[in-house]
């Protein structure tokens, strides 16, 4: 006959076992959440680029395509759509938008394209596309944050911009995105005659990192590259400045979440010190003891594990329906890396107790 | 005659099991610092993202209408605006400069930076190293030119061309960016945008409030916002910190659930080994409301120590963490403070629930029963 020792004493208190899982809990879907958060950033940062022509030319040096000053005369587009394996070249201005809704700075992205060509919203939500100045394309999350609506109007940088369309997936916690014409964009900058960055496409059979080099090669004073190098730097540039207060965060979630396994563990083996004893009298060995505060100590941490990824994907989905500027992008790696960590926890968990068994003294159950 | 004893019963229950008190403000302080140390990251960044302002030596800062930041922003004006401002009445100086975001090289190494374009290179910021810059020349922020190890002497790339370090500044640099500063024209050159300035910096005269000569400048330049420096410093850190309210809001969430379901296990294992004293002492005649008392001021005395515990560490991280990177700067400011003292109390109260009822349910006559 066996009794389930490790599963009666983990369920003899249900009150304490529920409040262990869901501090356990809470500190795996912080772990989750925060991880998702910093992709989910990644990927709205380079959610532009992504749309776009897999080659990007910017003037010389250029790196980046966000926070990333770049000035290319409009007669560089002809010279580029020289080079053999260049199908198409299409300018776009861009550049960061503070405007100022409701009384506060609000960023977006603006991008600024030649009406019928590439480069302007992918998909509209309603309204239609720039086609004068003055006339702007606002992603949708942004304009309902704001109680904005086709017709309405929004002053930026002493213009008066009249919202004609409303974009859908563009959307960005920094990096919303807003369009209108070229002409609109260079006027505001007071740079007439000018494109901020090209984008190309390349002719059938050339692959972007030839047709990069081959530009490089052939216009001076320009940098050419792929859409992915840009984007990747991008990525960089946005979320690995948040990597070492994020990791801090994590590091302190997971330390919360040893604690709390441990000190479930340790008080309640403490507590039943006279059980403990009484079956170190009855002949249980040292290592059958600590086997059972293992299990006990790897039950809350997987348990409470599972629970915590259940969280986190209720939360990532509330975030969208509720909050759709922020991406949580909850990736297998993370879950897999936090799973790991689940055992880790465990371990180091059952370690706390296995002390305080190793001292007990079997004697002791029958003191009284 | 009476002889009145007091017996320190919630400190010798919270002392019972010193480690397992321990391990709870452990718990309790680490959710406390979720809350405390990223309210402090976000208030230095704030504070760096103003630090070129504020020490810029300008009064009034002239931009594009409508425009009252530079971080992320966008702004361009006539160069003849520089003119004009000087011409108000109570205007002392107009700096124009260029203000962009750029890539600076070196070798491998890169860095993003604002670019100033200033004839003066940053005066009056003072220069930690070297000398301002002269054609060529461009002066860089401590922190970023240690990481590209650009050393005064040494040259970087900036939009595909050379510049040589003249001189460093310091504390200008957040964990987002840098800062970095060249001879106007030679930026403008470098751009191919002649004829445009960013902003105008304007000192006032001794005798004229900044506000006032704000409202002058408005009135006689067309096409400007002119702000205070203030002002302007304060739409700056609303800019970030309207960005991470959200982030923020969810981490104390987050930081109050871990908070509660710590001390909540704490008070509640400790009232469990301790339901046999609860026992002895309600058959003594102590009152249910004072054994409630007795189980809160527990739970009160732990998160009071992890909210001290986490005090202190934000402190010290605040205090060592410059020294050892440069950018990451932690402000600790008194409304935080009171933030976390405010979560504190929530978790003292929402946890107190679990040994409260528990003991609630207490029967004094279960310490006669064996």
Same mark, same amino acid.
């Given at each position: 006959m066996t009794v389930p020792v490790a599963r009666r004493q983990l369920f003899a208190e249900p009150a304490k076992l529920i409040v262990t899982l869901v501090a356990v809990a809470a500190a795996v879907a912080l772990v989750l959440l925060l991880a998702g958060l910093r992709r989910g950033m990644g990927e709205q940062v380079t959610l532009y680029v992504d749309h776009q022509a897999p080659v990007l030319v910017g003037q010389q040096g250029a790196r980046n395509f966000l926070s990333q000053t770049s000035v290319l005369p409009d007669a560089l587009i002809r010279d580029i759509e020289r080079v053999p394996g260049v199908a198409e070249a299409t300018p776009i201005n861009q550049e960061y938008a503070m405007l100022r809704l409701h009384e506060r700075p609000v960023l977006a992205l603006l991008i600024g394209y030649d009406p019928g060509k590439p480069g302007g919203p992918w998909k509209l939500a309603s309204g239609r596309a720039p086609s004068g100045s003055a006339e702007l394309v606002l992603d949708r999350v942004l304009a309902s944050e704001h109680s904005l609506e086709i017709g309405s109007t929004l002053e930026y940088r002493g213009a008066r911009l009249r919202i004609v369309g409303l974009s859908s997936g563009t959307s960005g916690f920094m990096t919303p995105l807003a369009f209108a014409s070229r002409t609109t964009v260079s006027a505001l900058s007071r740079r007439p005659g000018t494109a901020n960055f090209i984008f190309v496409r390349s002719d059938r059979g050339v692959t972007p990192a030839a047709l990069a080099t081959r530009i490089d090669r052939a216009v001076p004073g320009i940098s050419a590259l792929t859409r992915r190098e840009v984007a990747a730097n991008d990525r960089r540039q946005f979320v690995d400045p948040f990597s070492g207060p994020l990791f801090a965060m994590v590091a302190l979630a997971f330390a919360v979440a040893v604690l709390?396994?441990?000190?479930?563990?340790?008080?309640?083996?403490?507590?039943?010190s006279r059980e403990y004893a009484t079956l170190k009298a009855l002949g249980l060995g040292g290592r059958a003891l600590y086997r059972l505060v293992g299990i006990q100590a790897a039950g809350l941490a997987l348990t409470g594990t599972g629970l915590g990824f259940l969280l986190a994907l209720a939360a990532a989905r509330g975030v969208s329906v509720f909050a759709p500027k922020y991406l949580i992008a909850i990736s297998a790696g993370s879950v897999a890396a936090v799973a790991a960590s689940a055992l880790a926890m465990a371990v180091v968990a059952a370690l706390l107790p296995s002390h305080f068994l190793a001292r007990l003294d079997p004697a002791s159950a029958f003191r009284r | 005659m009476t002889a009145r004893m007091s017996v320190p019963l919630a400190r010798r229950q919270l002392l019972f099991r010193k480690g397992r008190t321990l391990a709870g403000i452990a718990g309790i302080s680490a959710a406390l610092l979720l809350v405390l140390a990223l309210n402090a990251i976000f208030a230095g960044i704030n504070d760096r993202l103003t630090a070129y302002i504020d020490g810029s030596?300008?009064?009034?800062?002239v931009a594009q209408r409508g425009v009252d930041t530079m971080h992320m922003t966008q702004s361009a004006l006539p160069e003849q605006t520089a003119t004009a401002v000087v011409a108000v009445p109570g205007v002392a100086g107009a700096k124009p400069i260029l203000y962009v975001p750029a890539m600076i090289e070196r070798g491998e190494k890169r860095g993003i930076v604002y670019l100033i374009g200033d004839d003066s290179g940053g005066a009056p910021l003072p220069?930690?190293? =070297?000398?301002?810059?002269?054609?060529?020349?461009?002066?860089l922020e401590r922190s970023l030119a240690e990481r590209l190890g650009a050393t005064p002497g040494s040259s970087v790339r900036v939009f595909g061309q050379s510049f040589r370090v003249s001189g460093e500044v310091e504390g200008l640099a957040s964990i987002l960016n840098s800062v970095a500063f060249v001879r106007r024209q030679e930026l403008a050159r470098v751009l191919g945008i002649g004829g445009v300035v960013s902003y105008?910096?304007?000192?006032?005269?001794?005798?004229v409030r900044a506000a006032e000569l704000a409202a002058r400048i408005e009135t006689s330049v067309p096409g400007v916002t002119a702000? &205070?420096?203030?002002?302007?410093?304060?739409?700056?850190?609303?800019?970030?910190?309207?960005?991470? &309210?959200?982030?923020?809001?969810?981490?104390?969430?987050? =930081?109050?659930?871990? =908070?509660?379901?710590?001390?909540?296990?704490?008070?509640?294992s400790a009232t469990l080994s301790q339901l046999r004293d609860y026992a002895v002492l309600r058959a003594l005649g102590l009152r249910a409301r004072r054994a409630h008392a007795l189980a809160t001021a527990q739970v009160g005395a732990t998160v009071v120590a992890g909210f001290l515990l986490a005090l202190a560490f934000v402190w010290v991280l605040a205090a060592i963490l410059p020294s050892l990177s440069?950018?990451?700067?932690?402000?600790?400011?008194?409304?935080?403070?009171?933030?976390?003292?405010?979560?504190?109390?929530?978790?003292?109260?929402?946890?107190?629930?679990?040994?409260?009822?528990?003991?609630?349910r207490i029967d004094p006559a279960s310490v006669f029963r064996r």
């Open positions: 709390v396994i441990g000190l479930a563990v340790y008080s309640s083996t403490a507590e039943r | 030596g300008a009064d009034v800062i220069l930690s190293a =070297g000398r301002r810059p002269d054609a060529g020349e461009i002066v105008v910096l304007v000192r006032a005269r001794p005798e702000s &205070t420096r203030e002002a302007f410093a304060r739409s700056e850190r609303r800019v970030v910190g309207d960005m991470t &309210t959200d982030i923020v809001r969810a981490m104390i969430l987050v =930081g109050f659930v871990i =908070g509660v379901a710590v001390a909540g296990l704490v008070a509640y440069p950018t990451l700067v932690l402000a600790i400011r008194t409304g935080d403070v009171a933030q976390a003292l405010s979560v504190a109390a929530a978790v003292t109260l929402a946890a107190a629930a679990f040994p409260v009822l528990r003991v609630a």
